[in-house]
């Protein structure tokens, strides 16, 4: 039986319901079993379960084979960790890409399985990392994947003490309805679509750097901080050759040897005196036909 709990989804029993995100509640005396939304009850002697989704984004499939889990990336959780034989395989494929973090994140078969969206965001929030930051170093995959394994373990044992998250993630200042707010810090909060989801983001730290990775070439040897150097130096090439196109009259004509110098006056010489002689023959012309 596989049950995919999608945005929403989530399991609750008579006496024990889960709270949308950060905590579970004992003998709720408000709760109702089952809960609205529920879409399957499952029964064992005694005992009742209810799976319950409000924006049915999740799924229930019954099956013979395990083909389903087979074809998800590692987990999250138990193979992000630094000692796990794909931490090196995950870290690997969260570097270099051309597709933007978060939504190489959230994609279940691509690197890494079980991150959901306010999960990715709080990741990308404690790296400092815009969402849709592409080509991410090997320093800052690492980052990634061991933040990862920390807010997921954490998260883990504060539903099992049914106590809240930590008052300095992101997770306890983005429920605001998409209105900007303040982290823990008073930084502003804000959210933006990255990876087809609503994003929360704090711009002053989560900097988005376009030109990361676009020098680098196709073996991946040449870093940032060498391609730099190359793209100042090639403008400043075009500086000096706009500056040379820009000769003046006086240049050029001080660059003219001294034959040349006497054909440019001679010939501005006879210009002039040509000018002179036709207007000449105009005025002679216009006093003759005065006459007649």
């Not at 579970?24 to 002697?45: M, Q, R, V």
């Not at 099956?63 to 870290?91: Q, R, Y």
């Not at 810090?185 to 711009?203: D, H, P």
């Not at 730099?228 to 196109?245: D, R, W, Y």
Request: aromatic share 6%; with cysteine; hydrophobic share 30%.
């Amino acid at each position: 039986l596989y049950l995919h709990m999608g945005t929403t989804g989530r399991l609750v029993s008579p006496d024990m319901s889960c709270s949308w995100g950060n905590q579970y509640i004992k003998d709720d005396e408000e709760a109702k079993f089952p809960p609205k939304y529920t879409y399957l009850i499952l029964n064992c002697g005694d005992r009742k379960v209810a799976f319950a989704d409000p924006r049915k984004f999740g799924s229930v499939q019954l099956s013979d084979n395990l083909l389903a889990v087979d074809e998800l990336a590692p987990d999250g959780l138990d193979e992000t960790n630094d000692a796990s034989d794909h931490f090196k395989t995950i870290t690997s494929g969260v570097a270099n890409q051309r597709l933007g973090i978060k939504a190489l994140l959230l994609d279940q078969k691509r690197v890494v399985s079980g991150v959901g969206n306010w999960v990715a965001d709080e990741v990308l929030y404690q790296c400092e990392i815009h969402p849709d930051q592409r080509n991410l170093t090997n320093k800052q995959a690492t980052t990634v994947v061991k933040n990862l394994n920390s807010i997921l373990s954490i998260a883990v044992e504060c539903l099992n003490q049914y106590q809240a998250y930590p008052e300095t993630w992101l997770f306890s200042y983005r429920w605001t309805k998409k209105k900007p707010g303040k982290d823990h810090k008073g930084r502003n909060l804000t959210f933006l679509q990255s990876g087809g989801r609503t994003s929360a983001i704090v711009m002053s730290i989560q900097k988005l750097r376009k030109s990361q990775g676009q020098d680098a070439g196709k073996s991946g040897k040449r870093s940032n901080k060498d391609a730099a150097p190359v793209k100042n130096e090639s403008a400043a090439n075009a500086q000096e050759k706009a500056k040379g196109a820009k000769k003046t009259k006086r240049e050029i004509i001080d660059n003219i040897s001294p034959d040349q110098k006497k054909k440019r006056e001679k010939s501005a010489s006879t210009s002039e005196n040509g000018d002179l002689n036709f207007r000449r023959s105009r005025r002679l012309a216009n006093i003759r036909h005065a006459g007649n």
